[in-house]
């Protein structure tokens, strides 16, 4: 792990020009010599009204070539979460030989250019030119589904990994940030290409409970038949199999997981888009999910809680220590949602412990979400309650 290729760090006080400046300063020496390629630049609201003075202060004593970032109430540095009165955090990554270039688009110019070719001219990057994308959205004013959906034509197989921006909730407004930019609407997006790749670990909170099933009817977001029985019966004989202890874990905790790629020999933790279970029909043995599921697509029911939410993530953090060994992590980035937490957890800093533990000492730098965004298999999605993890990697050749 190179800490000494990125810094992280937390500013707790309010706007203070001769302030942000020596702290933008002194987080730049702990760098060196070395050139920074990229910053990340999380605010609470508390700074809307002055954000482009703070992110201008940023850019200069903090010599960024590339600066984006968006607001929050909540945000994270090293092994810290800042959860409320969160001041604001900033991360310096230097990153040698990748190849990075960010763009900001809107709801306009998704109506418009919501085809690979206008995507390709918009960004300046063709699909065979990036590794993945880091990216930041207003979920206000951007149909941020309909964008991942046409952002995945257009990058096929390329992962994008970020998170919704929030800010004030009343007044439904948000900041994403590009450079010296403030913007109220759309999304900021940063290609990751030249020598890195931009590794994710999306921990969606749940446990695996129950056999995998295959749906044989479904009717919109109605879910008929599992296996040709009455899905609500299958529903029922699973949660009855399970122990005592786990039966009263799973009340009011249930979920589904839906497989993405049915061409895998064998389902594991990760290979699941989880959605929420809204309602179960016994009169009709319907299951409705907050998702529009396929016949022949393979199914699990889900427990979320703080253990599973802790377990799966332990749990993916360990395998992706295993699968990048030998392998050069030069940061991170940790987009978590606004219900983890210590609403989720009871304890402050959850997430960015386990992550220093798993994988640290790792310069990481990230705020909690409106939604999360990251692939589950070769495609990407909007999440909730979940953990969206970055990794800036570079390979060892």
């Keep these: ?7 992280a760090d937390h500013w707790e006080g309010g706007f203070d020009e001769t302030g942000l400046q020596a702290w ?23 700074f809307s009204s002055q954000a482009a003075q703070v992110l201008e202060l940023l850019r200069v004593y903090g010599q960024m070539p590339l600066l984006v970032g968006c607001s929050s109430p909540g945000l994270v540095a090293g092994n810290r979460e800042w959860e409320e009165n969160a001041g604001l955090v900033l991360g310096l990554y230097s990153l040698p030989g990748a190849d990075l270039r960010a763009c900001h688009f809107t709801q306009e110019q998704l109506d418009g250019l919501a085809t690979p070719a206008g995507w390709h001219a918009h960004t300046g990057i063709a699909a065979d030119s990036t590794n993945g994308w880091l990216a930041f959205a207003d979920p206000f004013h951007l149909d941020c589904e309909a964008w991942l ?13 970020g998170g919704l921006a929030g800010g004030n909730l009343e007044e439904r407004t948000t900041q994403v940030y590009l450079n010296g930019e403030v913007y109220e609407e759309g999304g900021v997006a940063v290609s990751v290409g030249g020598e890195f790749r931009l590794i994710s670990l999306i921990s969606q909170g749940c446990t695996p409970i129950g056999d995998t099933w295959t749906i044989t009817k479904t009717h919109q977001n109605f879910i008929q038949e599992i296996a040709n029985r009455p899905a609500y019966e299958i529903l029922v004989d699973t949660f009855n199999h399970l122990t005592d202890a786990d039966r009263q874990k799973a009340r009011g905790n249930l979920l589904v997981g839906l497989v993405v790629n049915e061409y895998l020999e064998e389902f594991h933790r990760g290979d ?6 809204l309602a179960a029909d016994p009169r009709t043995g319907s299951l409705i999910v907050g998702a529009l599921p396929r016949q022949g697509q393979t199914i699990q029911f889900q427990r979320r809680d703080a253990a599973a939410a802790s377990e799966d ?7 992706t220590r295993r699968n990048l060994a030998g392998q050069t992590i030069y940061g991170g980035c940790l987009c978590c949602c606004g219900g983890r937490g210590q609403h989720l957890f009871g304890r402050a800093n959850h997430d960015a412990q386990q992550i220093q533990e798993k994988l640290g000492p790792l310069p990481l730098t990230g ?3 409106n939604g999360e965004i990251g692939p589950v298999g070769d495609r990407n999605f909007l999440h909730g309650y979940t953990a969206s993890l970055a990794l800036f990697v570079k390979p060892t050749h």
Excluded at 149 to 161: E, F, H, I, L
Excluded at 313 to 319: G, R
């Design 1 to 7: 792990m190179r800490m000494d290729y990125a810094v």
């Design 367 to 369: 705020f909690f979400c």
């Design 313 to 319: 993530l332990s749990f993916l953090l360990e395998q």
């Design 272 to 277: 699941f888009l989880i959605r929420n279970l």
């Design 149 to 161: 959906d046409s952002w995945n034509k257009a990058y096929p197989g390329k992962t994008v990994v």
């Design 24 to 46: 933008a300063s002194g987080l730049r020496q702990r760098l060196g010599t070395r050139r920074v390629s990229l910053g990340l630049a999380f605010l609470s609201p508390a």
